[in-house]
């Protein structure tokens, strides 16, 4: 278990404060009653930081993505990692996961991992994880039509992951050999992926700057999730299907780029998957 506090903590409640404090401050000479509701407000400010705990596998998986969130957004949370042990026979025990299956600690996500805690209360579903942090780190827009916008290129991603997941080669699928996982592998980059990546890119054009402004949107961080992380086979694989997809590799690379991600990527642990 670690506890990640990333430079610039609850940024985008620290900056709301700023620009009242700043308000408030102009009008204090006339209204002694500015300082009273200063005063108030930043009480409000502290009790609204809550504290956050990741539930996951020592793992990227389900729960990266949230873990960028994180470190872009500057929020502190406790990151607590299930133990994955390898078994003969190439299968994998998770006692932690085990037992907090066992006890109910996991009942809000229909007994699966991630979880996050906040407070004591926890939230369950990994997108769901993913938007709460997104919208506490000041990552889904300005508005509520950038908000939208966010979440559809978001799932529009998510569409692009679900659809790799039913073409069937993970190395997790029992039910074909490894000659047929190879096969629609190769059908997945040469074909499927380029063409899911070419309507998504032309998309974006219309909204880049909604997705990756000065500070990259949920979104951004979601194509990043999908052009820029796996195995180094993988990244060599996506890097052709996504050729001449401009704005996407654009997106993926401000992302990649900006000191919050390449601090946590620098420092996460290594994991076996």
């Known amino acids: 278990t670690d506890l990640h506090a990333p430079i610039g903590a609850c940024r985008w409640r620290a900056n709301w404060l700023g620009r009242t404090r700043a308000v408030l401050t102009q009008i204090s000479v006339l209204s002694p009653l500015a300082m009273t509701v200063l005063v108030l407000l930043a009480g409000l400010h502290l009790c609204s930081a809550v504290s956050l705990t ?5 793992a990227r998986g389900a729960a990266e993505v949230t873990r ?4 872009l957004g500057g929020l502190e949370y406790t990151d607590t990692r299930y133990t994955i042990e390898r078994k003969e026979g190439g299968s994998f025990s998770t006692p932690e996961f085990a037992a907090d299956k066992e006890s109910g600690a996991l009942a809000a996500n229909l007994n699966r991992a991630p979880l996050l805690l906040v407070g004591d209360t926890p939230v369950g579903q990994s997108r769901a994880i993913e938007r709460y942090v997104a919208m506490q780190g000041g990552l889904m827009g300005k508005t509520p039509l950038e908000s939208a916008i966010i979440d559809s290129v978001a799932e ?3 569409d692009v992951k679900d659809a790799q997941a039913r073409k069937g080669f993970s190395m997790f699928n ?6 047929e996982k190879a096969s629609l592998k190769t059908d997945w980059y040469n074909n499927d992926m380029p063409n899911w990546l070419q309507r998504i890119e032309r998309c974006v054009e219309r909204v880049e700057s909604i997705v990756c402004g000065e500070t990259p949107s949920y979104a951004a961080v979601c194509i990043w999730s999908l052009l820029r992380e796996g195995s180094d086979e993988d990244l060599t694989l996506v890097a052709k ?7 996407l590799n654009i997106i993926a690379d401000a992302v990649a780029a900006h000191p919050a991600v390449t601090g946590w990527v620098a420092s996460r642990p290594v994991t076996i998957m």
């Open 156 to 158: 529009h991603v998510r």
């Open 68 to 71: 960028v969130l994180l470190a």
């Open 54 to 58: 990741l539930k996951y596998f020592d």
């Open 174 to 179: 029992r039910d074909k050999s490894d000659e």
């Open 241 to 247: 299907a996504a050729k001449g997809c401009t704005k």
